[in-house]
Protein backbone atom coordinates (compact mmCIF):
# COMPACT_ATOMS: atom_id res chain seq x y z
CA UNK A 1 0.00 0.00 0.00
CA UNK A 2 1.11 3.58 -0.75
CA UNK A 3 2.20 5.68 1.82
CA UNK A 4 0.03 8.77 0.12
CA UNK A 5 -2.95 6.08 0.84
CA UNK A 6 -2.12 6.57 4.60
CA UNK A 7 -2.49 10.41 4.47
CA UNK A 8 -5.91 9.99 2.96
CA UNK A 9 -8.21 8.69 6.31
CA UNK A 10 -8.19 11.86 7.58
CA UNK A 11 -10.21 13.64 4.88
CA UNK A 12 -13.12 11.30 4.81
CA UNK A 13 -13.59 11.73 8.43
CA UNK A 14 -13.50 15.40 8.21
CA UNK A 15 -15.72 15.65 6.03
CA UNK A 16 -17.89 13.08 8.16
CA UNK A 17 -17.74 15.70 11.30
CA UNK A 18 -19.11 18.39 8.86
CA UNK A 19 -21.96 16.52 8.20
CA UNK A 20 -22.98 16.76 11.37
CA UNK A 21 -23.28 20.00 11.54
CA UNK A 22 -26.16 20.12 8.82
CA UNK A 23 -29.75 19.63 10.73
CA UNK A 24 -30.71 15.83 11.61
CA UNK A 25 -32.84 15.36 8.89
CA UNK A 26 -30.25 16.51 6.13
CA UNK A 27 -27.90 14.33 7.69
CA UNK A 28 -26.80 11.00 5.08
CA UNK A 29 -24.31 9.70 8.13
CA UNK A 30 -24.82 9.65 11.93
CA UNK A 31 -21.40 9.88 13.37
CA UNK A 32 -21.01 11.21 16.55
CA UNK A 33 -17.64 10.13 17.20
CA UNK A 34 -16.03 11.84 13.70
CA UNK A 35 -14.99 14.72 14.70
CA UNK A 36 -12.99 13.37 18.27
CA UNK A 37 -11.15 11.48 15.63
CA UNK A 38 -9.40 14.48 13.85
CA UNK A 39 -6.49 15.89 14.69
CA UNK A 40 -6.17 19.22 16.06
CA UNK A 41 -5.39 21.09 13.00
CA UNK A 42 -8.59 19.48 10.70
CA UNK A 43 -10.82 19.81 13.82
CA UNK A 44 -10.06 23.72 13.41
CA UNK A 45 -11.05 23.22 10.40
CA UNK A 46 -14.59 21.14 11.03
CA UNK A 47 -15.74 23.94 13.17
CA UNK A 48 -15.11 26.83 10.30
CA UNK A 49 -17.90 24.99 8.48
CA UNK A 50 -20.35 25.04 11.31
CA UNK A 51 -22.44 28.00 9.04
CA UNK A 52 -24.51 26.75 6.49
CA UNK A 53 -22.95 29.13 4.02
CA UNK A 54 -19.09 28.00 5.28
CA UNK A 55 -20.70 24.55 4.36
CA UNK A 56 -22.34 25.21 0.95
CA UNK A 57 -18.75 27.12 0.08
CA UNK A 58 -16.78 24.13 0.70
CA UNK A 59 -18.98 21.81 -0.83
CA UNK A 60 -19.45 23.78 -4.07
CA UNK A 61 -15.34 24.19 -4.03
CA UNK A 62 -15.26 19.79 -3.75
CA UNK A 63 -18.05 19.35 -6.34
CA UNK A 64 -15.57 21.93 -8.46
CA UNK A 65 -12.54 20.45 -8.07
CA UNK A 66 -13.61 16.43 -8.10
CA UNK A 67 -17.58 16.10 -9.11
CA UNK A 68 -19.28 13.87 -6.84
CA UNK A 69 -16.51 12.71 -4.11
CA UNK A 70 -18.45 14.59 -1.25
CA UNK A 71 -21.82 12.79 -1.94
CA UNK A 72 -20.09 9.31 -2.95
CA UNK A 73 -18.13 8.90 0.17
CA UNK A 74 -21.52 9.93 2.07
CA UNK A 75 -23.42 7.54 0.06
CA UNK A 76 -20.36 4.76 0.60
CA UNK A 77 -20.30 5.14 4.28
CA UNK A 78 -24.12 4.34 4.41
CA UNK A 79 -23.98 1.46 2.52
CA UNK A 80 -22.21 0.11 4.59
CA UNK A 81 -23.62 1.08 7.75
CA UNK A 82 -26.75 -0.48 6.36
CA UNK A 83 -25.83 -4.06 5.35
CA UNK A 84 -23.71 -4.51 8.51
CA UNK A 85 -26.57 -3.78 10.88
CA UNK A 86 -29.01 -6.00 8.52
CA UNK A 87 -26.21 -8.36 8.56
CA UNK A 88 -25.96 -8.27 12.75
CA UNK A 89 -27.82 -11.41 13.33
CA UNK A 90 -26.17 -13.59 10.41
CA UNK A 91 -22.53 -13.10 11.60
CA UNK A 92 -20.41 -13.70 14.74
CA UNK A 93 -17.54 -11.00 13.87
CA UNK A 94 -16.62 -8.58 11.97
CA UNK A 95 -12.80 -7.62 10.35
CA UNK A 96 -12.80 -4.05 8.69
CA UNK A 97 -9.51 -4.16 6.33
CA UNK A 98 -8.21 -0.77 6.06
CA UNK A 99 -10.24 0.67 8.77
CA UNK A 100 -8.58 3.83 8.87
CA UNK A 101 -10.47 6.17 11.35
CA UNK A 102 -13.80 4.74 11.18
CA UNK A 103 -16.26 4.80 14.18
CA UNK A 104 -18.17 2.24 13.26
CA UNK A 105 -17.03 -0.08 15.71
CA UNK A 106 -17.93 2.93 18.51
CA UNK A 107 -20.55 4.08 17.20
CA UNK A 108 -23.50 1.43 15.92
CA UNK A 109 -25.18 -0.05 19.09
CA UNK A 110 -25.71 -3.67 17.04
CA UNK A 111 -21.98 -4.08 17.06
CA UNK A 112 -21.62 -3.64 20.73
CA UNK A 113 -21.17 -7.43 21.37
CA UNK A 114 -19.51 -8.31 18.64
CA UNK A 115 -15.63 -9.21 18.18
CA UNK A 116 -14.25 -6.84 15.55
CA UNK A 117 -10.75 -6.38 14.82
CA UNK A 118 -10.17 -3.42 12.97
CA UNK A 119 -6.73 -3.81 10.10
CA UNK A 120 -4.76 -0.88 8.80
CA UNK A 121 -0.91 0.50 8.43
CA UNK A 122 1.20 0.48 11.51
CA UNK A 123 0.61 4.39 11.75
CA UNK A 124 -2.54 5.00 11.42
CA UNK A 125 -3.30 1.86 14.29
CA UNK A 126 -1.19 3.94 16.30
CA UNK A 127 -2.56 7.10 15.99
CA UNK A 128 -6.41 5.68 16.29
CA UNK A 129 -5.47 3.74 19.22
CA UNK A 130 -3.92 7.25 20.76
CA UNK A 131 -7.31 8.77 20.11
CA UNK A 132 -9.25 6.47 21.17
CA UNK A 133 -7.90 6.64 23.92
CA UNK A 134 -7.82 10.05 24.85
CA UNK A 135 -11.75 9.65 24.10
CA UNK A 136 -12.83 7.28 25.92
CA UNK A 137 -9.85 6.39 28.07
CA UNK A 138 -9.87 2.30 27.03
CA UNK A 139 -11.12 0.33 24.57
CA UNK A 140 -13.83 -1.64 24.81
CA UNK A 141 -12.52 -5.96 25.20
CA UNK A 142 -14.49 -6.81 21.91
CA UNK A 143 -12.76 -4.69 19.61
CA UNK A 144 -8.66 -5.35 18.17
CA UNK A 145 -6.54 -2.68 16.49
CA UNK A 146 -4.24 -4.56 14.11
CA UNK A 147 -1.52 -3.12 12.23
CA UNK A 148 -0.38 -4.51 8.93
CA UNK A 149 1.31 -3.99 5.59
CA UNK A 150 -1.00 -5.50 3.38
CA UNK A 151 1.05 -5.66 0.16
CA UNK A 152 4.22 -7.40 1.98
CA UNK A 153 2.65 -9.36 5.31
CA UNK A 154 0.30 -12.32 5.23
CA UNK A 155 -3.56 -11.43 6.33
CA UNK A 156 -4.19 -14.49 7.86
CA UNK A 157 -1.12 -15.14 9.91
CA UNK A 158 -1.45 -11.52 11.16
CA UNK A 159 -4.95 -11.60 12.16
CA UNK A 160 -4.72 -14.94 13.60
CA UNK A 161 -1.29 -13.73 16.13
CA UNK A 162 -4.42 -11.29 17.23
CA UNK A 163 -6.84 -13.86 17.92
CA UNK A 164 -8.91 -14.01 15.19
CA UNK A 165 -10.73 -17.44 14.98
CA UNK A 166 -11.08 -19.63 11.91
CA UNK A 167 -14.30 -21.23 10.76
CA UNK A 168 -16.75 -17.91 12.57
CA UNK A 169 -19.29 -16.26 9.64
CA UNK A 170 -17.33 -12.97 9.10
CA UNK A 171 -18.57 -9.95 8.23
CA UNK A 172 -15.20 -8.12 6.37
CA UNK A 173 -15.00 -4.61 5.54
CA UNK A 174 -12.90 -3.31 2.56
CA UNK A 175 -13.85 -0.23 2.37
CA UNK A 176 -11.50 2.39 -0.09
CA UNK A 177 -8.16 0.48 -0.21
CA UNK A 178 -8.57 -1.51 -3.39
CA UNK A 179 -7.37 1.28 -5.51
CA UNK A 180 -3.99 1.94 -3.12
CA UNK A 181 -3.14 -2.00 -3.73
CA UNK A 182 -0.90 -3.74 -6.21
CA UNK A 183 -2.64 -6.95 -8.09
CA UNK A 184 -0.55 -8.90 -6.03
CA UNK A 185 -1.78 -7.39 -2.79
CA UNK A 186 -5.76 -7.36 -3.88
CA UNK A 187 -4.80 -11.34 -4.64
CA UNK A 188 -3.33 -12.31 -1.85
CA UNK A 189 -6.27 -10.67 0.46
CA UNK A 190 -8.90 -12.49 -1.87
CA UNK A 191 -6.69 -15.94 -0.80
CA UNK A 192 -7.67 -15.31 2.54
CA UNK A 193 -11.13 -14.20 2.23
CA UNK A 194 -11.40 -17.28 0.21
CA UNK A 195 -10.97 -19.40 3.51
CA UNK A 196 -13.99 -17.72 4.94
CA UNK A 197 -16.72 -19.97 6.21
CA UNK A 198 -20.50 -20.34 3.94
CA UNK A 199 -22.23 -17.57 4.59
CA UNK A 200 -19.53 -14.75 5.46
CA UNK A 201 -20.50 -11.67 4.02
CA UNK A 202 -18.04 -9.22 1.95
CA UNK A 203 -18.33 -5.34 1.04
CA UNK A 204 -15.84 -3.62 -0.85
CA UNK A 205 -15.13 -1.06 -2.94
CA UNK A 206 -13.14 -0.36 -6.35
CA UNK A 207 -12.70 2.02 -9.00
CA UNK A 208 -13.46 1.43 -12.18
CA UNK A 209 -10.46 0.23 -14.61
CA UNK A 210 -11.48 2.28 -17.42
CA UNK A 211 -10.82 5.31 -15.21
CA UNK A 212 -7.86 4.93 -14.12
CA UNK A 213 -6.69 3.66 -18.11
CA UNK A 214 -7.65 7.06 -19.21
CA UNK A 215 -10.72 5.59 -21.51
CA UNK A 216 -13.14 7.72 -19.33
CA UNK A 217 -12.97 10.62 -17.41
CA UNK A 218 -16.68 10.20 -16.06
CA UNK A 219 -16.26 14.45 -16.12
CA UNK A 220 -12.96 14.47 -13.48
CA UNK A 221 -10.27 14.87 -15.54
CA UNK A 222 -8.59 17.08 -12.26
CA UNK A 223 -9.39 13.57 -10.04
CA UNK A 224 -7.63 11.58 -12.59
CA UNK A 225 -4.75 13.99 -12.67
CA UNK A 226 -4.41 13.98 -8.79
CA UNK A 227 -5.28 10.54 -7.93
CA UNK A 228 -3.93 8.25 -10.97
CA UNK A 229 -1.36 10.31 -13.01
CA UNK A 230 0.62 10.91 -9.19
CA UNK A 231 0.34 6.90 -8.71
CA UNK A 232 -1.97 7.67 -5.78
CA UNK A 233 -4.88 4.70 -7.37
CA UNK A 234 -3.20 2.25 -8.86
CA UNK A 235 -5.73 -0.76 -9.30
CA UNK A 236 -9.37 -0.70 -10.94
CA UNK A 237 -11.89 -3.30 -11.56
CA UNK A 238 -14.13 -3.98 -14.53
CA UNK A 239 -17.82 -4.26 -13.66
CA UNK A 240 -18.28 -6.73 -16.07
CA UNK A 241 -15.55 -9.17 -14.79
CA UNK A 242 -15.78 -8.55 -11.40
CA UNK A 243 -18.61 -11.06 -10.42
CA UNK A 244 -16.05 -14.10 -12.53
CA UNK A 245 -13.22 -12.87 -10.15
CA UNK A 246 -15.08 -13.23 -6.93
CA UNK A 247 -16.20 -16.40 -8.02
CA UNK A 248 -12.91 -17.81 -8.34
CA UNK A 249 -12.21 -16.84 -4.66
CA UNK A 250 -15.37 -18.49 -3.66
CA UNK A 251 -17.76 -15.81 -3.43
CA UNK A 252 -21.27 -15.06 -5.10
CA UNK A 253 -21.95 -11.38 -5.75
CA UNK A 254 -25.78 -9.85 -3.89
CA UNK A 255 -24.47 -6.03 -5.54
CA UNK A 256 -21.98 -4.14 -7.88
CA UNK A 257 -23.69 -0.68 -7.46
CA UNK A 258 -22.08 2.47 -8.26
CA UNK A 259 -22.64 5.53 -5.67
CA UNK A 260 -23.94 7.48 -8.54
CA UNK A 261 -26.71 4.20 -8.44
CA UNK A 262 -26.99 5.24 -4.19
CA UNK A 263 -28.17 8.82 -4.47
CA UNK A 264 -31.22 8.60 -4.95
CA UNK A 265 -31.35 6.16 -1.96
CA UNK A 266 -29.49 8.65 0.23
CA UNK A 267 -28.71 11.86 -1.47
CA UNK A 268 -32.73 12.86 -2.84
CA UNK A 269 -34.47 12.30 0.65
CA UNK A 270 -32.27 14.93 2.61
CA UNK A 271 -33.46 17.62 -0.35
CA UNK A 272 -29.95 18.62 -1.13
CA UNK A 273 -27.96 19.22 -3.99
CA UNK A 274 -25.17 17.30 -4.08
CA UNK A 275 -23.82 14.84 -6.70
CA UNK A 276 -22.32 11.23 -6.47
CA UNK A 277 -18.86 10.20 -8.57
CA UNK A 278 -19.84 7.16 -11.22
CA UNK A 279 -16.03 6.36 -10.59
CA UNK A 280 -16.23 4.62 -7.43
CA UNK A 281 -18.28 1.61 -6.92
CA UNK A 282 -19.23 -0.67 -4.02
CA UNK A 283 -19.32 -4.50 -3.61
CA UNK A 284 -21.43 -6.67 -1.31
CA UNK A 285 -20.77 -10.61 -1.50
CA UNK A 286 -21.88 -13.82 0.43
CA UNK A 287 -19.54 -16.76 0.78
CA UNK A 288 -20.49 -19.97 -1.03
Excluded at 59 to 84: A, F, H, N, Q, T
Aim: proline share 6%; glycine share 6%; aromatic share 12%.
Amino acid sequence: MTRAAAKTGINPMALIAIEQHFPPKQRIVEDGLAYRMLPAGSRIFVKLMRPNWARNWMIRLSEKSLPGIWGGMLCRKRYVDDKLIESVDSIDVVINLGAGFDTRAYRLAALASIPIWEVDQLEIIASKRARLLKTFRTITSNINLVPIDFDNEDLGSVLASNGYPEGKRTFFIWEAVTQYLTEAGIRSTFNFLAKAPTGSRLIFTYVRKDFLDGRNFYGSKKFYKDFVLKKIFIFGMEPELLPAFIQEYGWKLIQDIGYDELAPRYIKPTGRPLTSTPIERIVFAEKL
